[in-house]
């Protein structure tokens, strides 16, 4: 049997490409409600389970619901839920209101139910925050999605928190055994270590040294290793079916890069005061003007790091969930196919973006750092 | 006031992208003239692409 290695490849493609195909084919009566249905759109503001559940609209609130809880932080772990049924497991809720209150996420029933604790009564909201409430039969005040009741201190351990966690551990074991084994054989890698020891050697030679200089670049190197691996972890983790969003969640991002801008601004030499404050080399009276805009740079610097992990991540968790809901939407043959391809592509791609990501938010903070400890002389940038 | 909001972030959103699209096409040619400097020009693409995105990114969440 002689094939050319590509056409092969490509007929297996196309062979799994045509595969839910096969398992929509048989739905025509859906794809007659579809057309039928549009004509009777819902007015008015109506919550997912009022409308018609088989309706083009009613799909439609069910799958924005879908990815608003997937984006959000969440305080049980789902993995999957069907027709209200959840599958996972409950974490514990810690919160503060005159006193600590613990106990476990199950006692909210997925927002059904009022937790009651020490006597004090709690609801959660539609926005995954917990609300006191008064009584065990309470209902929450105002809007459903701006509750007026008043909000407690939440420290719990939450799905994004669970895996913040587990990520660091991940990379603790991962890398301490990685720095054993050097040990043990005598400085060569084994195991895992000749998969990581060239990218650490990318981060040092590629993008810590000519950022930041021979003379300063050692100080650094951790927070760079550090950053690294834990915003690619995280990114990866969020491509796994288990649904977690962590670096598309913009508190996390926001603490990553203020820790960015402490470091610079706490290790920064005169020289980069001096730039910000008395730009050397200038007219006095452009001076004067360039001084608020390099303040207002600093903090610009670490903001736009934030946006920029934050916006991407967020877009490419709503846009490969919207193509997978294609499947929903159209529920004829076409959407099964239609969704595998683009989804397909797309998680592709997130899996580059996820590693472009990571490399973009060390490299911009080592040349954030290079900037703080910059000596006078610019004319023989290392580069 | 919503619907001036959601052009205003459109135009600073085609800005971005015919931004990334000329650095994008800039590397390419400058990688085409001397390809020896490939991982310069690229790492040098990349940061410039991505202060660019960062701010058609602002855009989108101001709107």
Same mark, same amino acid.
């Given at each position: 049997?002689?094939?050319?290695?590509?056409?092969?490849?490509?007929?297996?493609?196309?062979? %799994?490409?045509?595969?839910?195909?096969?398992?929509?084919?048989?739905?025509?009566?859906?794809?007659?409600?579809?057309?039928?249905?549009?004509? !009777? %759109?819902?007015?008015?503001?109506?919550?997912?389970?009022?409308?018609?559940?088989?309706?083009?609209?009613?799909? &439609?609130?069910?799958?924005?619901?879908?990815?608003?809880?997937?984006?959000?932080?969440?305080?049980?772990?789902?993995?999957?839920?069907?027709?209200?049924?959840?599958?996972?497991?409950?974490?514990?809720?810690?919160?503060?209101?005159?006193?600590?209150?613990?106990?476990?996420?199950?006692?909210?029933?997925?927002?059904?139910?009022?937790?009651?604790?020490?006597?004090?009564?709690? #609801?959660?909201?539609?926005?995954?925050?917990?609300? &006191?409430?008064?009584?065990?039969?309470?209902?929450?005040?105002?809007?459903?999605?701006?509750?007026?009741?008043?909000?407690?201190?939440?420290?719990?351990?939450?799905?994004?928190?669970?895996?913040?966690?587990?990520?660091?551990?991940?990379?603790?074991?991962?890398?301490?055994?990685?720095? =054993?084994?050097?040990?043990?054989?005598?400085? $060569?890698?084994?195991?895992?270590? #000749?998969?990581?020891?060239?990218?650490?050697?990318?981060? #040092?030679?590629?993008? /810590?040294?000519?950022?930041?200089?021979?003379?300063?670049?050692?100080?650094?190197?951790?927070?760079?290793?550090?950053?690294?691996?834990?915003?690619?972890?995280?990114?990866?983790?969020?491509?796994?079916?288990?649904?977690?969003?962590?670096?598309?969640?913009?508190?996390?991002?926001?603490?990553? !890069?203020?820790? @960015?801008?402490?470091? @610079?601004?706490?290790?920064?030499? &005169?020289?980069?005061?001096?730039?910000?404050?008395?730009?050397?080399?200038?007219? @006095?009276?452009?001076?004067?003007?360039?001084?608020?805009?390099?303040?207002?740079?600093?903090?610009?610097?670490?903001?736009?790091?934030?946006?920029?992990?934050?916006?991407?991540?967020?877009?490419?968790?709503?846009?490969?969930?919207?193509?997978?809901?294609?499947?929903?939407?159209? =529920?004829?043959?076409?959407?099964?196919?239609?969704?595998?391809?683009?989804?397909?592509?797309?998680?592709?791609?997130?899996?580059?973006?996820?590693?472009? =990501?990571?490399? $973009?938010?060390?490299?911009?903070?080592?040349?954030?750092?290079?900037? /703080?400890?910059?000596?006078?002389?610019?004319?023989?940038?290392?580069? | 006031?919503? $619907?001036? #909001?959601?052009?205003?972030?459109?135009?600073?959103?085609?800005?971005? *992208?015919?931004? $990334?699209?000329?650095?994008? *096409?800039?590397?390419?040619? /400058?990688?085409?003239? =001397?390809?020896?400097?490939?991982? &310069?020009?690229?790492?040098?693409?990349?940061?410039?692409?991505?202060?660019?995105?960062?701010?058609?990114?602002? /855009?989108?969440?101001?709107?």
């Amino acid at each position: 049997m002689v094939f050319s290695k590509k056409s092969l490849q490509f007929i297996l493609a196309a062979l %799994v490409a045509c595969l839910p195909l096969f398992g929509f084919a048989n739905e025509t009566q859906d794809s007659l409600n579809v057309h039928t249905e549009t004509t !009777a %759109v819902a007015h008015g503001h109506e919550e997912a389970h009022e409308l018609d559940p088989n309706s083009l609209e009613g799909r &439609k609130a069910k799958i924005d619901a879908f990815k608003m809880h997937h984006v959000l932080d969440s305080h049980e772990f789902s993995l999957f839920e069907n027709d209200g049924q959840h599958f996972g497991f409950p974490l514990p809720i810690i919160i503060w209101d005159n006193g600590v209150h613990i106990f476990s996420s199950s006692k909210f029933e997925h927002g059904h139910a009022v937790a009651e604790s020490n006597g004090n009564f709690y #609801r959660l909201g539609h926005d995954e925050k917990i609300y &006191k409430v008064e009584s065990a039969t309470a209902e929450l005040s105002g809007d459903e999605h701006h509750p007026t009741n008043e909000k407690v201190l939440d420290f719990s351990i939450t799905k994004s928190v669970l895996t913040l966690m587990v990520v660091a551990l991940l990379m603790f074991l991962l890398f301490r055994s990685l720095a =054993q084994s050097f040990a043990k054989n005598g400085g $060569i890698s084994a195991g895992f270590g #000749r998969l990581f020891e060239p990218i650490v050697l990318y981060i #040092r030679d590629e993008i /810590a040294i000519p950022n930041i200089g021979e003379k300063h670049y050692k100080r650094y190197m951790s927070y760079l290793l550090t950053i690294f691996f834990f915003v690619w972890f995280l990114n990866m983790f969020g491509l796994t079916p288990l649904g977690i969003n962590v670096t598309g969640n913009i508190a996390i991002t926001a603490g990553l !890069a203020i820790i @960015t801008a402490l470091i @610079t601004n706490f290790t920064a030499n &005169k020289n980069y005061w001096g730039h910000i404050f008395w730009m050397p080399g200038v007219p @006095t009276p452009m001076k004067i003007i360039l001084a608020p805009i390099e303040l207002l740079g600093v903090i610009i610097k670490p903001f736009s790091l934030m946006i920029r992990l934050y916006a991407n991540i967020f877009a490419g968790h709503v846009v490969l969930m919207s193509l997978i809901a294609l499947i929903f939407l159209f =529920q004829s043959w076409v959407g099964g196919p239609l969704s595998f391809l683009l989804s397909f592509a797309l998680s592709t791609i997130e899996i580059l973006v996820a590693l472009l =990501q990571a490399y $973009i938010f060390t490299m911009l903070s080592a040349l954030y750092f290079g900037s /703080a400890v910059a000596e006078h002389h610019h004319d023989d940038a290392h580069h | 006031m919503e $619907i001036p #909001r959601i052009i205003g972030a459109g135009l600073v959103v085609i800005g971005a *992208g015919i931004g $990334i699209g000329r650095i994008g *096409g800039s590397a390419m040619d /400058a990688i085409a003239r =001397q390809p020896e400097a490939t991982g &310069k020009i690229q790492t040098a693409m990349l940061i410039a692409a991505a202060l660019i995105e960062g701010i058609g990114f602002a /855009a989108i969440f101001a709107s």
